[in-house]
């Protein structure tokens, strides 16, 4: 069964743009909700994070919207930059721990120049 | 400081060999994770060590994976017999400590089996 569904698979933005990537859970104890920005060839990234206490996180360009009683998440990014292509995957747990991150399936962001 | 690092960054083997993964984490760092991560998929835990607690293995798919840790140091993943769908990447990431929010990955070790 899994837990954290993340859409869309694929993005592609032009530069300047916003991409927006969804992801929707199940398991309502989780309380840990990071973002994950993985370049071709490297190891994943955190890029944000945010408790379920708040419903907005902000940070530089990059905001993570929190809907609670939907038990949605999403990743904002502004002002989009080639720079940005990666692929980006989020994540929750339980406990506020980093133990046992239950991913999805991830997003594959291209930013057009 | 240096990184996770991991090696082989590639390993290619035949079906039914045994591999063997090496993780080395962040000095310091005493939780270490083991992820599988398949072509287009998100990430899969595999199994947790922390300090010299007992490691949680929930995440190992089968009596053909295990893993072993030597205190709050080096880390190999071992995978007998492998199989063709054990291709994957294979990711090492440390944490300070079991609290701590911020993983830190490796860049992984690619396993092809032919």
């Known amino acids: 069964q899994q837990q954290v569904k993340q859409s869309p698979q694929s993005l592609i933005v032009q530069k300047g743009g916003i991409s927006i990537i969804n992801c929707a859970y199940e398991?309502?104890?989780?309380?840990?909700f990071p973002w994950y920005q993985q370049f071709p060839g490297k190891g994943p990234a955190l890029l944000i994070a945010?408790?379920?206490?708040?419903s907005e996180k902000k940070e530089g360009r990059f905001t993570i919207s929190f809907n609670k009683s939907a038990k949605q998440f999403s990743l904002h990014i502004m002002d989009s930059q080639p720079g940005d292509s990666a692929t980006y995957f989020c994540?929750?747990?339980?406990?506020?721990?980093?133990?046992?991150?239950?991913f999805g399936s991830g997003t594959q962001l291209t930013v057009l120049p | 400081g240096a990184g996770v690092s991991q090696s082989p960054s590639n390993k290619v083997t035949e079906k039914g060999k045994d591999v063997e993964l090496r993780c080395d984490p962040i000095?310091?760092?005493?939780?270490l994770y083991w992820y599988r991560q398949r072509l287009g998929q998100g990430l899969e835990f595999l199994i947790y060590?922390?300090?010299?607690?007992?490691?949680?293995k929930s995440g190992l798919p089968s009596d053909r994976f295990s893993a072993e840790r030597t205190g709050e140091s080096v880390s190999t993943l071992t995978i007998q017999r492998t199989q063709q769908e054990d291709s994957a990447v294979y990711l090492c990431?440390?944490?300070?400590?079991?609290?701590?929010?911020?993983?830190?990955f490796g860049p992984g070790t690619r396993l092809t089996v032919l």
């Open positions: 990431a440390s944490s300070l400590q079991t609290s701590a929010d911020t993983q830190y």
């Open positions: 398991n309502t104890a989780f309380d840990y």
């Open positions: 945010i408790r379920p206490d708040v």
């Open positions: 994540a929750a747990t339980i406990g506020g721990s980093a133990r046992q991150l239950t």
């Open positions: 000095s310091g760092h005493t939780a």
């Open positions: 060590f922390q300090g010299n607690s007992a490691p949680d």
